[in-house]
C-alpha cells in the first residue's frame, strides 16, 4: 500500500492564480481531510469528508473548496490564491469505524505539499 | 479558541535524558489524546495515544501521563535518542469524525 499520497510536492503560485493540490489513499478509509501547517501554528483543519459526496468545512475553510466524488481522492481547491495561503498542506485519512468503547481512530498523512503564493 | 495548548514551543535534552511535553485541554467533550511525530519534510505520524478511562500508557521508551481532573497530559521520552529529534504534536478528538485538534507542537533537539 502506498498509504496516502500527494501531489505536487512543491508550488509556486501568483497572486489570483488557481490550483487543484491532489491527495489519493489507498486504504479504503472513508474519512479525509486537509489540514494547513503554519509555523508555530500546529495543524489547521480546512475541510474533511466522511464519505463519498459528502464534505464539510472544518476551523479554516475560506479561500478553499473540496469535492469527493470517490472514496480515494480528495482534491483540495484554491481559486485565487493569496500570500496568506502560503504554508504546507497535507491530506490525511482515517477508517469510519471507531474502536471498541468509542474513540477516534488514527489518521494517516501525506507527505504534504509545500505551497509559496507571490 | 485554542483548544489544546502544548508547550514548551522547543526543547534541547542531552543524549540520554528523559524530555517531557505538556498539553492541557479545554474541551472535556475530548476522548482521545494521540501524540504525532513530525520529521522535517514529511507528514506527521502517530506515536502513541491514550483513552480517558486511564491514566498512563507506555509503550517502549515513550509513555503518556494523562490527568483527567487537571486537563492535562504529557509526553514523556525516556533515555532520548538523536534519532527522536522531531517536532511533536499533542491532539484530542471529540469523536465526532475523528476530527483531530493539534497543539502549536513542540519542536525537540537531542544532542551527543
Known amino acids: 500500500n502506498a498509504g496516502v499520497t500527494q501531489t505536487p510536492k512543491f508550488r509556486i503560485l501568483k497572486i489570483g492564480q488557481s490550483m487543484t493540490l491532489q491527495c489519493t489513499q489507498d486504504m479504503n478509509h472513508n474519512y479525509m481531510y486537509w489540514y494547513r501547517q503554519d509555523p508555530g501554528m500546529g495543524l489547521k483543519l480546512i475541510y474533511y469528508s466522511v464519505g463519498a459526496g459528502i464534505t464539510d468545512k472544518g476551523e479554516v475553510p475560506n479561500g478553499y473548496n473540496v469535492s469527493r466524488s470517490t472514496t480515494e481522492d480528495f482534491p483540495l481547491r484554491l481559486e485565487l490564491a493569496a500570500p496568506s495561503q502560503t504554508s504546507v498542506y497535507f491530506c490525511?485519512?482515517?477508517?469510519?469505524?471507531?474502536?471498541?468503547?468509542?474513540?477516534?481512530?488514527?489518521?494517516?498523512f501525506g507527505p504534504g505539499t509545500r505551497l509559496t503564493v507571490l | 479558541q485554542q483548544q489544546v495548548k502544548q508547550s514548551p514551543q522547543s526543547l534541547i535534552v542531552q543524549k540520554g535524558g528523559i524530555s517531557i511535553i505538556n498539553c492541557a485541554y479545554e474541551n472535556t467533550a475530548f476522548d482521545y489524546f494521540p501524540w504525532y511525530q513530525q520529521f522535517p519534510g514529511k507528514g506527521p505520524a502517530l506515536l502513541i495515544a491514550i483513552r480517558p478511562d486511564v491514566s498512563e500508557k507506555k509503550e517502549g521508551r515513550f509513555t503518556i501521563s494523562f490527568n483527567k481532573s487537571a486537563k492535562q497530559f504529557s509526553l514523556h521520552i525516556m533515555d532520548s535518542q538523536p534519532g527522536d529529534s522531531a517536532t511533536y504534536f499533542c491532539a484530542a478528538n471529540t469523536g465526532t469524525a475523528s476530527k483531530l485538534t493539534f497543539g502549536t507542537g513542540t519542536r525537540l533537539q537531542v544532542t551527543l
Open positions: 490525511a485519512s482515517s477508517r469510519s469505524h471507531t474502536l471498541a468503547g468509542g474513540g477516534a481512530d488514527t489518521q494517516y
